[in-house]
């Protein structure tokens, strides 16, 4: 273990530059080309096995060890986000209205410099590890489920996974079994009314005043029909209604997303959703689309593995709290990976100490602390050396 460290230490530096290099060149989801072939590239030369547009984007590379044994998977994921980038830094983003603004340039780099870590130690290791490089994360339907689909994880005993946390002091270590993110899907509605002049409401059938009832409406579904001991979001991000000043629209739009952790929730949103939309247009003689689009399921870690990196992150070097947090509402396809195998996913502190507050993520001015992929790296091989050794 102390010669791992020891590596990472080394490679730390490499870590950085292979961070800033991905940052300057972000690709978007169902866009990657680049990304995933430096990825590959890498492995290669490292002697490892390799497989290219794994669900049709993703790399998946193979280290075998002196020995055989179990298999431990470590997923990164690579792609970025249509934003433009406003931080003023050297490796600031070169393509305009792309950014890395969740750190999966981070991830990445944090599995490559474990990956030549690991591999110098490779003969003392007992059992194989799987680098899973996954892309399009951040847009459903991701690219998680095809990765699976095209045998990513086929041999694989347990699954550990990291995500970069920005609003979490570098050093800390979020940690939960059960639920620790949410449900994420989408909602889309038309509601279809009959336009007209302004000055006469009587003759038309008013989609802004029908819209803006239901998303009030919607809110009621939260704080009356959801049983309180559980939980659920429901946020109308989007509502158009392009009309000129003095006409009444015959038509809004709307979209948003519901979060959730039970079934039985997810299942009652999207049946009611509907049944408050149908109410809500119908008096008024309008018509409506509706369309529920399930996205990524929650992500529930495995009690067992999520003691196991609790307990051995408490000797991480750079790691100085393990902390139980309470479940998050965003989502992650990193569920798929654990409804197939057991295994983990874990938050890694990266918000700067001279930081009083950290820009969100998705923000056009996120950044991280580089130290953190250090502490990620360790604790990803500690995790991996550790169950392969106990396992064998």
């Known amino acids: 273990m102390e010669k791992l460290f020891t590596l990472l230490d080394h490679n730390f530096d490499e870590m950085v530059a292979i961070r800033r290099h991905l940052h300057e060149y972000p690709e978007l989801s169902f866009e990657e080309v680049e990304t995933p072939a430096y990825i590959a590239a890498f492995h290669r030369a490292l002697g490892h096995d390799v497989r290219e ?79 899973i490089h996954q892309h399009a994360e951040e847009i459903a339907p991701g690219g998680a489920k095809p990765m699976i689909e095209d045998g990513c994880l086929d041999g694989v005993d347990v699954i550990f996974g990291t995500h970069l946390w920005a609003p979490t002091p570098i050093g800390d270590l979020l940690v939960r079994d059960g639920a620790i993110m949410a449900a994420a899907d989408k909602v889309e509605i038309t509601i279809q009314g009959k336009g007209g002049h302004g000055a006469e409401p009587h003759h038309s059938i008013d989609a802004v005043v029908l819209g803006s009832q239901f998303v009030v409406n919607a809110q009621q579904l939260i704080s009356r029909r959801i049983d309180p001991l559980k939980s659920a979001v429901l946020t109308l991000g989007h509502f158009e209604a392009i009309n000129p000043f003095n006409v009444i629209a015959d038509r809004v739009v709307l979209a948003g997303t519901v979060r959730t952790f039970d079934e039985q929730v997810r299942q009652q949103m999207e049946d009611e959703l509907e049944s408050v939309l149908k109410a809500t247009c119908q008096p008024f003689g309008a018509s409506y689309n509706y369309r529920y689009t399930r996205g990524y399921p929650p992500v529930y870690n495995h009690v067992e593995d999520t003691a196991f990196i609790a307990q051995l992150a408490n000797d991480v070097p750079g790691v100085e709290n393990v902390i139980t947090c309470p479940p998050f509402m ?39 602390d580089e130290r953190a992929m250090l502490i990620a790296a360790k604790t990803l091989g500690k995790a991996t050396l550790q169950y392969l050794q106990k396992n064998k």
């Open 330 to 368: 965003i989502g992650e396809d990193f569920g798929y990976y654990l409804e197939k195998v057991p295994g983990t996913f874990f938050f890694t502190g990266a918000k700067k100490p001279e930081w009083e507050e950290a820009y969100p993520h998705h923000h056009a001015r996120f950044d991280f």
């Open 53 to 131: 547009q794994v669900g049709e984007r993703g790399v998946v590379a193979t280290l075998r060890g002196g020995k055989p044994g179990k298999t431990v998977a470590l997923r990164a994921d690579f792609d970025a986000l249509a934003i433009q980038e406003e931080n003023e830094i050297p490796y600031r983003s070169k393509i305009d209205g792309k950014m890395h603004a969740c750190g999966h340039d981070g991830h990445t780099a944090t599995l490559l410099g474990l990956a030549k870590a690991l591999n110098a130690i490779k003969d003392e290791i007992t059992g194989s590890v799987v680098f």
